[in-house]
């Protein structure tokens, strides 16, 4: 005999099926969401503040500076990193304000976050802990037996044509020290396996180009500081025919890569005296209001000198 049972699916708890509760906007007793906040209405407010705050910034820099830094100013503001670093100051506010209170505390950290690390004070503090003291180029009493640049100064352009890059200075400084009599050779480093044009080559190609000598100009191969290092171990051990035998040897790279090169160096056993430059760390100037809006300079120049911090964790 069979017996009927009741329908597992008609059996309903109510507690399962309730929807979530939403989060209560404690000042005004109304429920709060993600979708609650970006009301046009809403939306429309955040936009006045951030044209409240924006013109506030652009008039401040204008009184406390000129009217050519309030320009500047008004300019980095409509960039896209200046429309983003004002849309999560906004954002936060106004979710605050609405009660979403998670979604606050998210743009407020994005904010944080692009104004640390696109601030130029935070930049040059990151990076005057790296860069070394300039060379003293007077305590020298005869010239280098070379000078090694490192790669990384000249970039190729789409015609293969070099030109100086980012790190240009290194090639600008090695030409000085050359023209000034400072040494008596110079080497190129550095290779890739992108290109037609390895940097070593470019490097050459450039130095050549302001009155460097050609055959004064020597190449050595490496994808990085570490194969650099050791392809000079290398070269040093068994100088081609003509090199220069006698005298110290000096290393050119830009000041915040100079530590890392240096103690990449000494693994190698090579003695370089240091000659950093491209100095990224700025001149004191009076404070400008514009300064609180984050740059992508300072961002890469941030980035760069973490890069040399995580570098140094990993032994390269």
């Not at 979530?20 to 429309?44: C, E, I, K, L, Y």
């Not at 050519?68 to 506010?93: E, H, K, Y």
């Amino acid at each position: 005999m069979n017996h009927s049972r009741p329908n597992d699916a008609a059996v309903i708890d109510p507690a399962v099926n309730d929807p979530p509760a939403q989060p209560t906007n404690v000042s005004t007793g109304r429920t709060s969401s993600p979708d609650h906040v970006w009301t046009v209405r809403n939306v429309m407010t955040g936009i006045a503040w951030g044209a409240a705050i924006d013109l506030a910034l652009v008039i401040w820099t204008w009184i406390q500076v000129d009217k050519g830094m309030a320009d500047r100013c008004a300019t980095a503001l409509v960039m896209p990193l200046g429309i983003l670093w004002t849309f999560t100051l906004v954002a936060s506010l106004l979710c605050f304000r609405r009660g979403a209170r998670r979604f606050g505390i998210v743009f407020a950290l994005l904010f944080a976050l692009i104004s640390i690390t696109g601030n130029g004070d935070v930049a040059d503090a990151s990076m005057s802990s790296l860069e070394p003291p300039r060379a003293d180029l007077d305590a020298q009493s005869e010239p280098f037996r070379c000078v090694v640049v490192l790669g990384g100064g000249v970039t190729i352009a789409y015609d293969e044509v070099p030109e100086l890059g980012i790190a240009g200075q290194r090639i600008m400084y090695t030409a000085q020290l050359w023209h000034g009599g400072h040494t008596q050779a110079v080497i190129c480093t550095g290779g890739s396996s992108l290109g037609r044009i390895q940097p070593a080559e470019a490097g050459r190609m450039m130095l050549e180009s302001i009155g460097i000598p050609s055959d004064k100009i020597y190449e050595s191969p490496g994808d990085n500081t570490s194969q650099e290092m050791k392809n000079l171990q290398a070269f040093f051990a068994s100088p081609p025919p003509g090199f220069p035998r006698h005298g110290k040897i000096g290393l050119v790279t830009s000041a915040s890569h100079m530590k890392r090169a240096m103690r990449l160096a000494a693994e190698r056993d090579l003695k370089f005296v240091p000659l950093p430059c491209g100095y990224e760390t700025g001149a004191d100037y009076d404070f400008s209001p514009s300064e609180l809006i984050p740059s992508p300079e300072a961002m890469d120049s941030f980035g760069r000198a973490l890069k040399e911090r995580l570098a140094r964790l990993v032994n390269r």
